[in-house]
């Protein structure tokens, strides 16, 4: 022992030195690895969810031990629609990300949006009053389906979604008229919705000053 426990110290430092070599050439490998085993006992989405992981939005269309496959949907833009984009993160990320599923947005989606106008000869609550009549319009053919979905949604999520269609009227710090839209509607027709209701209060508004 007295002669090779020199020998012995330089053998346990090499292998301990390769250990920790091994470690760091791996680390990439071993955090996933633990992030797949994280996202299979937490079970936070399955191939098909919709989801935001860090700024990335997508659909799963794939995933094993090592990373993750999304198809990019545009949600923070609000269009709603494939990018056509695909998305490979490592399954690292669902560790030092936050995983937030918007699956029930596949079907319906709460949709608000924004229209500025500046004008004193409009009668703004004259605005309000028609737009709301358009909106209800639009929303009219899904209205008893969104209900019940958003009962749902409810129950399952324990968050509350109204489904009834609001505008709400407030003022800009440089004193322009905002009209805030609310709806809960398809996710497919959001845009095709929001776009149309543009249109009739552009018009509404051009004859109300002319």
Not at 62 to 90: A, C, Q, R
Not at 108 to 131: I, Q
Request: aromatic share 12%; glycine share 4%; hydrophobic share 40%.
């Amino acid at each position: 022992i007295a002669i090779w426990m020199h020998e012995l110290q330089y053998a346990a430092l090499s292998i301990a030195a390769f250990a920790v070599a091994l470690v760091l050439a791996t680390r990439e490998f071993i955090q996933c690895l633990v992030g797949t085993l994280y996202l299979n006992s937490t079970r936070a989405f399955v191939v098909g969810d919709w989801i935001k992981v860090g700024n990335c939005y997508g659909e799963v269309v794939e995933s094993d031990w090592f990373s993750t496959n999304l198809l990019e949907v545009d949600i923070e833009g609000k269009g709603y629609g494939y990018t056509g984009k695909t998305l490979l993160l490592p399954n690292n990320h669902f560790i030092l990300n936050t995983v937030t599923n918007y699956n029930f947005m596949r079907r319906y989606v709460a949709h608000s949006f924004s229209l500025v106008r500046d004008s004193s000869t409009v009668n703004v609550l004259e605005a309000k009053d028609y737009m709301l009549t358009k909106l209800e319009l639009y929303c009219r053919p899904f209205h008893e389906v969104a209900v019940r979905y958003s009962v749902l949604i409810e129950k399952k999520l324990g968050i509350v979604l109204s489904s009834e269609s609001t505008i709400r009227v407030t003022t800009n710090k440089l004193g322009k008229n905002v009209f805030t839209v609310s709806l809960f509607c398809p996710t497919e027709e959001a845009e095709n919705i929001e776009q149309k209701l543009t249109e009739d209060f552009m018009e509404y508004w051009y004859q109300a000053q002319n």
